[in-house]
């Protein structure tokens, strides 16, 4: 796939503690097989469906243990400028643009209301190969936050997003679109979050069957977090798995309802 306007979620990948549970969860739940550890690279490995790159694993480097979690990459043509755009929107870089060899170049960054991502400046590694509705394909990702008129001011300064409001009474729910594309998702965290939970951004992969997916996940010691539901997008679940990093599962084939009404917020 093309290089991706800039916004637009392009990668994700996910530390792990224990890298052959993860490949060996992930491979049975979404279908993903996996290619060589790259060394030079602290053993950084992808991750395929149907032979195409989808996302990646990577043990933590010495003295970065922490929780596993899932972390999404916004596609930016100059990434030492979308550093500088997140210090002066008040975000924190994390980590400071640094070129992958001939991959390209990425930084981490954290948003006002403690949200972290990934900027991705392509070089010959483009980002997802696999089409959205493919089986084991990202699909989709939403912003969790629990001060949203943080992350609504941040995100669209930073990335040039137009914004449109979900008209829904029961939740807050944002959509963020590049070019009159929809983007990425921002959902208001509510009290069925535990305190301790952070502010996180949310990935998707696409699934052939959401229930079996679910059932693969806890058979192997998944945690079955919200759903399945039908919603107007597809039938959807959220997960944690076993090493505690959120995800959802979402069969897009299987829809129900109508589409919501939004209202441009731009």
Known sequence: MAVQPEGTPC???AMFSDVEGAKSFYGDVLGWT????SSEYGNYTQAYAD???VAAVVPPMPGQEGPSQWCLYLASPDAAATAGRIRENGGEVVMEPMQVGDFGTMCLGRDPAGVVFGVWQAGVHEGFEAPPEQAGAFCWAEVFTRETEKSDTFFPAVFGYTA????DDAVDFRL????GETVLGRMKMGEEFPPEVPPYINVY????DCDDAVARATKLGGILRFGPMDT?????????????ASFSVIDVTTTAGDMPQVTDVS
């Open 34 to 37: 996996f290619g060589e550890a």
């Open 11 to 13: 990668w994700a990948d």
């Open 176 to 179: 963020f679109e590049v070019g």
């Open 51 to 53: 032979g195409k790159a």
């Open 232 to 244: 107007p997008f597809g039938r959807f679940a959220a997960l944690s798995d076993p090493q505690g």
């Open 164 to 167: 449109k409001q979900m008209q």
């Open 205 to 208: 992969f696409t699934v052939a």
